[in-house]
């Protein structure tokens, strides 16, 4: 397992600033996935939102990249409208699962995953609603986050040489992978993938046929 350290996400940090990874699909229709064994949660567990397991009748996994563009736009123009209509109002179960594409995302995830529970969407939140700014000093833009939860610089940095950590984060995106996701964000409605950048309105009707 290659450890994180503050001289790799540095070196990353210029390819971050000019990420603009479209979501990868495949030219023909999406596979179907084993939705038994996608809803499984990974060894670190899920994080998820809204609805408790088996609470409600639609359940949206989403893969995603905090170093994604689209993600982050996503999150910015679609995630409030669809946190409020439907995972605020328990009307659907939303997990979110981490799919690094570098190092500096694999450190924010990472950073999210060992604070405290109920700091990790505030988090997530934060990554996607700044990464113009911290993506371009990814170390120094990620420690800033992190002193905002509650990390010093002793706590920031053991958390970056957690090889176990980074290893369970590295196990949900090789997972991702097995279930087809190509590129980020990815987006699975009870199992069904939805292609290309979504829409508030394209998660709506999805979700309203299946409730």
């Not at 910015?76 to 570098?102: C, S």
């Not at 590295?170 to 991702?176: P, V, W, Y």
Request: aromatic share 10%; net charge negative; charged share 25%.
């Amino acid at each position: 397992m290659k450890m994180i350290t503050r001289r790799s996400i540095l070196l990353a940090g210029a390819a971050v600033a000019s990420l603009g990874l479209a979501p990868a699909f495949a030219d023909d229709a999406a596979k179907p996935v084993d939705v038994a064994e996608l809803m499984k949660p990974p060894a670190l567990g899920d994080m998820a939102l809204g609805a408790d397991e088996g609470a409600s009748k639609v359940t949206i996994i989403e893969y995603a990249s905090a170093t994604c563009p689209h993600c982050a736009a996503f999150h910015k123009e679609v995630w409030p409208k669809l946190k409020a209509d439907y995972v605020d109002t328990k009307k659907i179960r939303f997990i979110f699962r981490e799919f690094p594409l570098n190092d500096p995302a694999l450190a924010a995830f990472m950073i999210a995953r060992a604070a405290p529970k109920e700091s990790y969407f505030p988090l997530i939140d934060v990554y996607f609603d700044t990464l113009e700014t911290w993506a371009q000093d990814p170390a120094t833009g990620l420690l800033n986050i992190a002193k905002q939860a509650g990390f010093t610089q002793e706590k920031f940095d053991a958390t970056l040489k957690d090889e176990k950590l980074a290893k369970g984060i590295m196990e949900i995106r090789d997972g991702g992978v097995k279930f087809g996701v190509k590129g980020t964000p990815t987006f699975y409605v009870n199992g069904k993938e939805l292609e290309g950048e979504i829409t508030y309105d394209a998660l709506k009707a999805e979700i309203d046929k299946q409730l």
